[in-house]
């Protein structure tokens, strides 16, 4: 099937797969290359890959990624978050999103962040805006590699199991502890 007007195309949200890692690299990259996302090796793809979700369309094409990284146990951010331009607005991402997000369901976590230029797509997906600064400086390690760094616009978002458990999750247990001798 092809992509015609507004028409939706018939999806399979499914874990990644090691083939699938030169399209999702490519995916990403068309987004990087607009200073919009972070850019991966393939390298840094396949050492992640089963934090991946994929949105296939009926022709067997990679139209959309997304993962989630899982930072501690009652956090993970969701990330790489990339639809295709010619499969965008037609409710992949929205699809995406939610497979991160039932995923950590499974695993247990009660709070998943984000960072985008796009909030408004977010909040729609349950997503609510938190400063920065409330989420753990251990996130910030990839912000270092952005072209924008540190002068980034990007927007936090964060979606957890219960309204208040988005700002009550364990900043202290994502510090590194002081060890005396």
Not at 108 to 134: H, M, N, W
Not at 138 to 147: A, G
Request: charged letters at 25%; aromatic letters at 8%; glycine letters at 4%.
């Amino acid at each position: 099937m092809r992509l015609r007007g507004l028409e939706a195309p018939r999806l399979n949200i499914r874990p990644a797969r090691v083939s699938d890692v030169p399209a999702i690299c490519d995916l990403i990259k068309s987004f990087a290359d607009k200073k919009l996302m972070i850019r991966r090796t393939l390298g840094e793809l396949y050492e992640a890959i089963r934090e991946f979700y994929v949105a296939v369309d009926d022709d067997g094409q990679i139209i959309g990624c997304s993962a989630l990284h899982v930072f501690w146990e009652d956090l993970a951010e969701l990330k790489c978050l990339a639809v295709s331009e010619q499969a965008q607005g037609r409710g992949v991402g929205r699809k995406l999103v939610d497979a991160c997000w039932d995923s950590a369901r499974v695993l247990d976590i009660k709070s998943v962040f984000t960072l985008t230029y796009v909030p408004e797509f977010f909040e729609r997906c349950g997503y609510a805006q938190i400063e920065k600064s409330e989420l753990p400086h251990k996130i910030w390690n990839e912000c270092v590699r952005c072209p924008l760094f540190p002068n980034c616009n990007e927007v936090a978002l964060i979606r957890s199991v219960s309204v208040s458990a988005a700002m009550t999750f364990n900043h202290q247990a994502l510090m590194p502890l002081a060890v005396g001798v």
